[in-house]
């Protein structure tokens, strides 16, 4: 295939796709979250004001004083410094996970729907038996047996949250077996690679960049969490999560320390979470169903 | 081996002993076991109503304002994690703007949990504002699909009440799809409390798994999440097994 080919074929109707979802004032608005947590996190670890890991002022120093913006955290390190430099792990831990969640569910979804029969039934009912741990506890158990390693979290996430992916797509995929074009495929010969991949991917990637959106906030949520239960990234090290736990008896004297890392998270995650609603509204705008 | 001889005496009801107090594990988690569940049942006995409620109001209202700032609120709340939403409910009700219960659940050892009920304001506060709005945004989508259907527009025609309608006739078709996702929520009970009990230093199932994680207490861990995956399996089963079937009375009009 040469690489001119594909924009010629694709264009007109991307683009058009592309406007249409950008109509949307729920992307909009989660675009414009996501761009600030992202800066914020991509950006701050270039522009802390002091060194994030050392004691500037008295523990849970009001805010301006000792030239510190918004305030020292529970042992007088800078705040506003900890919460610049305290996003980079979720940053990329987050996005990593998620990706690696829907390639993987795409992959497992579509390869239960075309096949069908014994392997359907085996790969659901795998996805099953993850389904049935609680995604915390199942992390837990894991990380307190070989340690909160940084990769271990990604695949432990990632792992978790395959199998809600995989449902979705091959719920989707499903219908779209019966269709002329498949049909069609099958009966002059394309291999079920070129079948699966050519044909049948492009017509699921509306309902995969919804699932990304929501297993990007449910990432967010989950690396959080557990930081903030201390089996994430480890506490001398600034994180968003982590800052929640550790300021935490200062919430009366200096609630900034805590309301500062607390804002980042939710505007990362609610920033992944208005995308995936608003692509899922453009969607069933452009079947003709009712507007949810 | 050694798994062999613990998988055999967990068959028998014996879980071992703690590594830290050398303690049988069973009598050191049966309390906090009751602890977690009467947390988890209160959360449900007002998360069930309180979505149902929420739900069909959204969908009565749809588009209007309340529907709007419902769907605002939900997506806002779902997006959040559950230690944050905690932290903020402590901030305003427990220290920096009301005072009105402690920001720390304590139950004495030997007490039951109900006996406490300030101290289970706020983990359950936390746990039903994450589990409703799931669920209530479940129910909307359902009533807005059944009050669309012909047979409602029949009931409306023949000038039937509001709440007739509304619960009488739409409410048995509505709940087929939402039954099952309320026990895919009453799973989510079950692994949100190891966040809510740690927040609040709840004496109960989650907050003993973040302690036995910490202490490396293995087989008290290894009973605790045995258990919690246990009791979520079987939620999970159930949330299967009931069809989300949607039936249409005939017979008398």
């Not at chain 2, 709005?133 to 009931?155: G, P, T």
């Amino acid at each position: 295939m040469s690489t001119t080919a594909v924009p010629t074929v694709m264009a007109p109707g991307a683009v058009r796709g592309m406007r249409r979802y950008l109509r949307s004032p729920q992307l909009r608005l989660g675009c414009a979250l996501l761009v600030v947590a992202v800066a914020v996190a991509v950006l701050g670890p270039f522009l802390t004001p002091f060194d994030p890991s050392v004691s500037i002022g008295p523990a849970y120093a009001p805010p301006g004083s000792d030239g510190m913006a918004l305030g020292g955290d529970q042992i007088g390190r800078d705040v506003l410094s900890r919460v610049l430099a305290g996003g980079v792990h979720l940053l990329w831990m987050a996005p990593l996970a998620a990706l690696s969640s829907v390639a993987a569910g795409a992959a497992l979804g579509l390869t239960a729907a075309f096949h069908g029969g014994i392997a359907d039934v085996l790969l659901m009912r795998l996805m099953d038996v993850v389904l049935a741990f609680p995604t915390i506890v199942f992390a837990l158990l894991f990380v307190s047996i070989i340690g909160p390693q940084p990769w271990l979290l990604v695949l432990l996430v990632a792992v978790a949250l395959t199998p809600g992916v995989a449902r979705v797509v091959r719920g989707t995929a499903l219908p779209l077996m019966s269709r002329e074009y498949v049909q069609w495929g099958r009966a002059v010969g394309l291999s079920s690679s070129r079948l699966l991949w050519r044909e049948i991917l492009p017509n699921v990637t509306s309902p995969l960049a919804v699932e990304l959106g929501v297993r990007l906030m449910i990432a967010i949520n989950i690396l959080a969490s557990l930081s903030f239960l201390g089996y994430g990234i480890q506490p001398p090290a600034p994180d968003w999560g982590v800052m929640v736990s550790e300021n935490r008896n200062g919430l009366s004297s200096q609630p900034l320390s805590v309301f500062a890392p607390i804002v980042l998270i939710v505007l990362f995650a609610a920033g992944g979470n208005l995308i995936a609603e608003g692509i899922a509204r453009v969607m069933a705008r452009s079947e003709g169903k009712d507007e949810r | 081996m050694q798994y062999g001889s613990w998988f055999g005496g967990l068959l028998g009801g014996d879980l071992g002993e703690s590594l830290i107090t050398g303690r049988p594990v069973a009598e050191a988690i049966g309390p906090r076991v009751l602890n977690s569940l009467s947390l988890a049942a209160i959360s449900l006995a007002i998360m069930l109503p309180l979505s149902l409620v929420l739900g069909v109001a959204a969908a009565y209202l749809r588009d209007r304002a309340f529907d709007r700032g419902f769907l605002g609120l939900s997506m806002a709340l779902n997006a959040t994690p559950e230690f944050v939403t905690g932290t903020l409910l402590i901030s305003l009700l427990a220290t920096n703007v009301l005072r009105l219960v402690p920001p720390v659940s304590v139950i004495p050892p030997g007490d039951l949990p109900w006996w406490h009920p300030e101290a289970l304001v706020l983990p359950v506060t936390t746990l039903v504002l994450g589990g409703s709005m799931y669920l209530s945004r479940l129910v909307r989508i359902s009533y807005i699909d059944v009050l669309s259907s012909e047979y409602i527009e029949m009931a409306r025609l023949k000038g039937l009440s509001t709440a007739r309608v509304l619960f009488r006739h739409a409410l048995p078709n509505a709940l087929g799809p939402a039954i099952p996702a309320a026990m895919l929520v009453a799973a989510f009970v079950v692994g949100g409390v190891v966040v809510v009990e740690t927040l609040y230093g709840y004496p109960g199932m989650g907050s003993a798994v973040v302690d036995a994680a910490r202490d490396r207490d293995v087989p008290k861990l290894q009973a605790l999440i045995m258990l919690i995956a246990a009791i979520y399996f079987v939620l999970n089963l159930v949330a299967d097994l009931i069809p989300g079937r949607q039936r249409v009375r005939r017979g008398r009009g």
